[in-house]
């Protein structure tokens, strides 16, 4: 990877951002500010987040790409544009740029964002598929005739895959991520005990507390909402029990979706899993309980990787040195460009 490479892995939830020889340069949320009247870009990143519920009609503060899909083609092409820019504003060749995008994103969507790439000056731009990039970054050997089994749980898809010979065997991409726990969170305590709390509150309650396997109902904190008969700001306690009583369909949702992918998985390759054990990356991997839960549930070992929220950029990263050998899963988009 030169200097000139730049890798993105643009997530639902965080886009991080790499150059040849420096590492991360950016670990920011996926969020925009956009002036619609003058088709500007007034923030990215962090900056942009900051101002997410506090803007004039005209000006959108959003995730475009929450939930896994992109809503609006206009705000993410110009949120990866300014990305771009923002790390590339003293380079003086055109960069080559390897993109992982979400996996439920359409050819339509995919191509905003490829032509956002290439606007922005790349002289080539690559697709990486998302299960590939983490198993690299996970620093799985990819290449051999050996079934490998990643989960990818990011903010708005969990990707699950089997990996053999550098190309994608089985996989399957779930809407059950990290937001669908946070909402699950919300309408929890909102249920039980009629309290309304923000996102933010339920993310970090996830964070602090959540347990998905055998939960201690003496570890508890302290969170607070909007009381919703009296209209009143509360404060509640809350324990790792109300985590999971909160979060368990949709732990289950996930190993079902492990389960699914297992199923229509060849059984040498399957054999091969039970061995090596699955392989757990993005934030949603760091839920307490969850691989343990996915082992006790499937059967076969499963672990959390290492810095499981950048495994997906380390793997682009480190795909500018491999573009020869993975032949699925890694497409060199400009050549389709001018068809
Ligand atoms: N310690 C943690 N426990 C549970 N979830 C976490 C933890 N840290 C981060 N997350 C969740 O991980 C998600 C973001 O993961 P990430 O891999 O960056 O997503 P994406 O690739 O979709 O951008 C968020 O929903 C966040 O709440
Ligand atoms: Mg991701």
Not at 86 to 104: E, G, Q, W, Y
Not at 269 to 292: M, P, Q, R, Y
């Amino acid at each position: 990877m030169s200097s000139f490479d730049i890798g993105i892995d643009l997530g639902t939830a965080n886009t991080i951002i790499t150059i040849g020889g420096k590492g991360i340069v950016v670990n920011e949320p996926s969020v925009v500010a956009y002036d619609r009247k003058k088709k500007v870009v007034l923030a990215v990143g962090s900056d942009a987040y900051k101002m997410i519920g506090r803007t004039p009609e005209y000006i959108v503060a959003v995730k475009p790409l929450k939930d896994g899909v992109i809503s609006d083609h206009e705000t993410t092409e110009a949120m990866v544009a300014a990305f771009i820019k923002k790390v590339s504003n003293s380079m003086m060749l055109k960069p080559r740029i390897i993109l992982c995008v979400p996996s439920s994103i359409t050819d339509v969507e995919n191509r905003a964002v490829i032509e956002a790439a290439l606007s922005a000056g790349a002289r080539k731009v690559y697709i990486i598929k998302e299960p590939i990039a983490a198993l690299i970054g996970a620093g799985v050997d990819i290449s051999k005739p050996n079934g490998t089994m990643v989960v990818d749980i990011g903010g708005g898809t969990t990707d699950i895959a089997v990996t053999s010979f550098n190309g994608i065997v089985q996989d399957i991409s779930l809407k059950i991520a990290g937001n669908k726990f946070d909402e699950a969170i919300i309408k929890y305590i909102s249920n039980n005990y009629k309290i309304l709390i923000g996102e933010k509150t339920a993310e970090q309650a996830k964070i602090q507390i959540a347990n998905v396997f055998e939960p201690n109902e003496k570890n508890k904190i302290t969170i607070k909402g909007r009381h919703l008969v009296k209209g009143l700001p509360e404060a509640l306690e809350i324990s790792e029990k109300d985590m999971y009583e909160a979060l368990k369909d949709l732990t289950e949702e996930i190993a079902m979706g492990v389960k699914n992918v297992l199923e229509r998985t060849p059984p040498e390759l399957v054999g091969d899993i039970l061995n090596s054990g699955i392989i757990l990356t993005g934030g949603g991997a760091l839920l307490k309980g969850l691989d343990k839960y996915i082992q006790c549930r499937i059967g076969a070992p499963c672990r959390v990787a290492d810095a499981p929220l950048e495994c997906v950029a380390k793997g682009v990263e480190a795909a500018f040195g491999l573009s020869e050998e993975l032949l699925d899963g890694f497409e060199h988009i400009s050549l389709y460009r001018y068809k």
